[in-house]
């Protein structure tokens, strides 16, 4: 085999790849859709007075986020059904890439929730306002602008780290590469394709964010 | 089989996985910080045409994903004449993939350091090798080490992705051993407090160690 790129190939298999693109994307919304309201969870509970929970929580953020997410996605897949607990490689996949990912956005509402300084807490007790009101209406407004960044960037790394879902059988966009390959013993185009349609949708989604992080900002009145 | 029969049995072949995983890190570590200092400098150059280089290199391993890049470098990069064994192409495509985010902490900590650092330097009439080596990237080093040590934490827990073009390292033993005995629990738990030692016991410590001793080199401990 030498190199030499064939279009006619390239066409026939790019509407597969596209189709297993949308399952990608889906993949990633999902995903992000599930670690943004863990994540909030995870960060507020290592707000609480209760210093036991605040201590697990803290351990756990640190255990998830220095090991690999592949293991974590193994580890979900094969140990349910160890003990019973059958799950498909779609669920276990989400709730794999979506338990990863909420640990990394806990620790970026966590800074943005410290950023709100200290006379804000104040003005709400003085206004005689409940926990529940201060964070809903005060503290948590003036935490996400500052989270934004952060947020963004997460969300263009959990597009990024869906491939490895592959591996448990999840049809994305590099499951299907891999079984292009292995019908046609060509490589060179599927896994092009799938570099190539990654750029096509990661550069302009960090352009995005950045342009809707300044929005925001503009929107709430800070520079 | 208890977890500490499952030990008791299968610590050799962990070790071994634990060994090659460290090799991929250490290798992998040092191929991505030198790519980061020569893409960093690049993209802080005047040429256009070396800032392009620079920020292509690092615009598409930042924008892809390390799989696709590891399958690329072992599947298809034969395909143009240069053949990488499995384990080379493990490091390689870490190292490469790591280098480019890298490049972006170097370019920051370049340009974090006053403006006056440099006219100094200018006023000394060092020459501009003389003076990036001799005062400006010590400096640039100490700003940068901190977010360094998340990003070799993120080199680490990426050297597992290794184990799918079969390098026999942690993540690949964990596999194997799932596949022979079914203790999914087991195998994979044991892997992952790997990491996790790996990670917060040695890697973040001695990052530590380096930011203070950096430090104190520099005067401002």
Known sequence: MGFHWKWDFTW??????????LNTLIAAGAGYAIAIVLGLVLALAQRTPYRALTFVVREFVEFIRSTPLILQIFFVFYVGPQFGVRMSPWTSGMIAIGLHYSAYLSEVYRGGLNSVGKGQWEACTALNMSTRQAYTRIII??????????????????????????VIGVAELMHTANAIG????????????????????????????RVFETYVRRKLGLK | MSLWEFIATYWPDFLKGTGITAAQFILAT??????????????LSHNAVIRGVSVTYIEIFRGTSLLVQLYWIFFVLPLFGVTLDKFTAGFVAVGMNLGAYGAELVRGGIQSVPKGQWEAAYALSMSPAKRMWRIILPQALVNMLPPWGNLLIELLKNTALVSLISVTDLMFVAKQINGSTFLSAQAFGLALIVYYVFARFIVTPFMRWLEGVMRRKLGRA
Do not use: C, H, W
């Open chain 1, 182 to 209: 292995s019908e046609s013993y060509r490589f060179l185009e599927p896994y092009t394709l799938v570099g190539v349609i990654f750029l096509a949708i990661s550069l302009p989604a960090a352009g995005f964010i």
């Open chain 2, 30 to 43: 040092m191929l991505a910080i030198g790519i980061a200092l020569v893409a960093g400098l690049m993209k």
């Open chain 1, 12 to 21: 026939e298999i790019l509407p597969r790849l596209l189709e297993a693109t």
């Open chain 1, 141 to 166: 407004p003036q935490a996400v602008p500052p989270a934004l960044a952060g947020m963004g960037n997460y969300l263009v790394g959990i597009f990024k780290d869906t491939p490895m879902l592959s």
